[in-house]
């Protein structure tokens, strides 16, 4: 955590660009974007972004929420069984995806940094969070970032991240 630390003071400070958080299904990147956001606020930083929260059921994943993490708001992100738009497992909301692309294009106007969770395969097709994500890019405001750990490689290449961009990386 005491390297974690180290990132977030870059981050307010201007000085690195993103920071990654991953691991696998149940790792707790969300968790921990949730906490680092709370960290910045606290230590005076204008945090601004999504996370993704799972909605469970008996002990079963059976969707995701998304909440602007400057408003606490939220709007359903995705299930498992329709109404929505299918990618792999899931129906999306185009109503939570437009909240979230909301939400990520005002962090882009308004935050010191941006938190966004998670970036993935739906956001690398160009569908998801990709235009509000890439707002927040061409704002050049600071990120981070949950990303799979078999995406991690792609995500940074297609937001042009430095190779040293700091890596998190979480065990289940």
Not at 13 to 30: E, H, M, S
Not at 154 to 159: A, E, G, K, P
Request: glycine fraction near 12%; include cysteine; aromatic fraction near 4%.
């Amino acid at each position: 955590m005491e390297d974690v630390l180290v990132y977030l003071e870059k981050l307010l400070q201007g000085k690195a660009r993103a920071l990654v958080i991953t691991g696998p299904i149940g790792a707790g990147k969300t968790r921990t974007i949730a906490r680092l956001a709370a960290r910045l606020r606290s230590a005076g930083g204008k945090v601004g972004g999504v996370i993704s929260p799972r909605v469970l059921e008996r002990g079963a994943t059976v969707g995701y929420v998304v909440r602007d993490v400057s408003t606490g708001e939220q709007q359903p992100l995705c299930s498992i069984s329709p109404p929505g738009i299918k990618f792999r497992g899931y129906h999306f909301s185009p109503e939570g995806i437009a909240f979230a692309n909301r939400a990520l294009t005002r962090a882009a106007d308004e935050a010191q940094i941006v938190v966004i969770d998670e970036v993935g395969p739906l956001e690398l097709s160009g569908g998801g969070f990709a235009p509000g994500v890439m707002a927040v890019r061409k704002a050049r405001i600071p990120l981070i970032l949950s990303v799979r750990p078999g995406l991690v490689g792609r995500v940074s290449d297609w937001l042009e991240l430095p190779r040293a961009t700091p890596i998190v990386r979480l065990a289940p």
